[in-house]
C-alpha cells in the first residue's frame, strides 16, 4: 500500500461500538472489568488507551517499523530511549542535534552515570575515532538543525552495528514521508510529533518506533512505568494530522525550495543551507537518502543587525520556535533555540548571530516570498 492509504487507514478502524469513521477521544482514566483477571485488555489509561493505541499503530507503520509508543513530548519519547543505556555506558551523540537533546545529556543524564561524546556523524572517519568499548548507541539528526548537515545513516548503521551499537535516529525535520530511517539500517526512530506529524502547531508530543522486539518491550515498560504518555486528545490531534502528512509535505517542500532558491539568488544573502539545493554539499546524498527536501531553510544574513531587521519586519512569517506547522515561522537560533549551546561550538556549527532559520509554511508561496522580499529591503 502507498504512504497516503497508510497514514488513512492504518490504526484508523471504524470504532467497533459505533462505526465512528474517525477514532474516538477515549476520555477514560480506567475501564470496567467483567470480572477478577477478566477485562477486555484495557484495565488503566497510563497502561493502554485506545485513541493512543491507535496513533501507535499509525506511526509505527508509517515509519515501516513493528512497534511504536507515543509519549508527552518529544523530550520525553528521546528521554524513553536513553533509558535502554545504564550507567557506564556510552553514547555518541551528534554535534549539532536539537539544544534539548544535548542538555538532557548534558545535565540529566550525565548525573547518572551514561557517558557521551558529541561527534560529527556526518564524517564517518570521525565517528569511527569516537567509539569505546563501551559504546551502546549513536544518536544521529539528518538534517541537521539549523544548518542542515546530511548524516549517511547506512554507513552509520554498518559501522554501529559492526561495533555493537544501536543506532536511533531523530527523523523530527523529514518526517517518514521523506525519510524512513528503518530501511537504511536505523535500529529505532525518535520524533517530536509536536513539528509535522502533528503539522498545526496545536499539541506537543513524542514518539518511538523501532523493530526489535526486547527494546520495545523495555520501551513500553518504560512508557508504563514513567507513565510520560500522550493523552487521548493529543493523539487524536496527531492521528488527525497525519492523515494529510503527505500533502503537506508535499507543499512544505514545494515551498522550501522556491524560497531556498529566492534567498539563494537574492544579493543581501550570503549564504543559504538547504540539502534540495545543488550548492549544499551533501545534496547528492540527500537525494539518496530522502525522497524530498521539506520546508526548513536557514540562511546568513551576516551579522546581528541584520539577522535582526528581517526578524523584526516579517509581517507574514511569524516570529517564533518551533517548526513543521502549516505557518511559515521564523527564528534566530544563536538566541532562540540555541542560546545554551556554547558561543564557541555554536561558531564551529556555523550558527552564527546573523543566521536565520525558517519553516516555510503551506501558504501561497508568492506571499512568503513578498514577506521575506519587503522584510530584506
Ligand atoms: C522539537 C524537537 C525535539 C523536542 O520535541 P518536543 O516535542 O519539543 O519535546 C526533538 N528533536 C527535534 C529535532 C525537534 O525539532
Given amino acids: 500500500m502507498g504512504f497516503s492509504t497508510i497514514a488513512i487507514h492504518a490504526g484508523n478502524d471504524p470504532d467497533p461500538t459505533t462505526g465512528a469513521v474517525s477514532v474516538p477521544i477515549y476520555q477514560t482514566s480506567t475501564y470496567a472489568q467483567d470480572g477478577l483477571g477478566r477485562h477486555k485488555g484495557y484495565e488503566y ?12 499503530t499509525n506511526i509505527a507503520a508509517l515509519e515501516g517499523a513493528r512497534f511504536g509508543f507515543a509519549f508527552a513530548s518529544g523530550m520525553s519519547a528521546i528521554d524513553a530511549v536513553l533509558k535502554l543505556v545504564t550507567a ?44 569505546r568499548p563501551n559504546t551502546k548507541m549513536v544518536f544521529v539528526e539528518t538534517p541537521t538543525n539549523p544548518v542542515m548537515t546530511v548524516t549517511d545513516l547506512a554507513a552509520v548503521s554498518d ?31 525518535v520524533h517530536s510529533t509536536t513539528k509535522y506529524l502533528n503539522g498545526h502547531s496545536d499539541s506537543v508530543g513524542g514518539f518511538v518506533a523501532l523493530n526489535d522486539e526486547a527494546d520495545a518491550e523495555r520501551i513500553g515498560f518504560i512508557q508504563n512505568s514513567v507513565g510520560a504518555i500522550l493523552s487521548p486528545f493529543d493523539s487524536f490531534l496527531v492521528l488527525r494530522g497525519t492523515k494529510t502528512l503527505a500533502v503537506r509535505m508535499e507543499a512544505h517542500d514545494r515551498n522550501g525550495r522556491v524560497v531556498a532558491n529566492f534567498l539563494a539568488e537574492h544579493p543581501r544573502i550570503e549564504k543559504v543551507y538547504y540539502p534540495g539545493l545543488a550548492s ?3 545534496h547528492e546524498l540527500a537525494k539518496r537518502q530522502q525522497t524530498g527536501f521539506g520546508g526548513m ?48 561550538k555554536r561558531a564551529a556549527l556555523g550558527i552564527t548571530d546573523g543566521l536565520v532559520r525558517i519553516s516555510v509554511g503551506i501558504e501561497d508561496v508568492e506571499d512568503i516570498i513578498a514577506d521575506l522580499d519587503q522584510a530584506l529591503s
Fill in 159 to 189: 559501522i554501529a552495528h559492526a561495533r555493537g551499537a544501536r543506532v536511533v535516529c531523530d527523523n523530527t525535520f523529514m518526517s517518514p514521508y521523506f525519510q524512513r530511517p528503518i530501511e537504511h539500517g536505523v535500529d529505532i526512530v
Fill in 297 to 344: 531553510v536557514s540562511f546568513e544574513t551576516g551579522s546581528l543587525d541584520n539577522a535582526k531587521k528581517v526578524l523584526e519586519n516579517v509581517k507574514l512569517c511569524i516570529l517564533g520556535e518551533s517548526l513543521g506547522g502549516v505557518e511559515s515561522l521564523i527564528s534566530h537560533p544563536a538566541s532562540m533555540t540555541h542560546a545554551s549551546v556554547p558561543a564557541e
Fill in 88 to 131: 557506564g555506558e556510552h553514547v555518541i551523540l551528534g554535534d549539532n542535534t536539537y539544544g534539548g537533546t544535548f542538555r538532557l545529556f548534558s545535565r540529566v543524564l550525565a548525573d547518572y552515570g551514561v557517558q557521551f561524546d558529541l561527534s560529527d556523524t556526518s564524517d564517518t572517519a570521525s565517528l569511527e575515532q569516537a567509539f
Fill in 280 to 282: 549544499h554539499p551533501q
Fill in 45 to 56: 489509561a497510563r497502561t493502554q488507551n485506545p485513541t493512543r493505541a491507535a496513533l501507535e
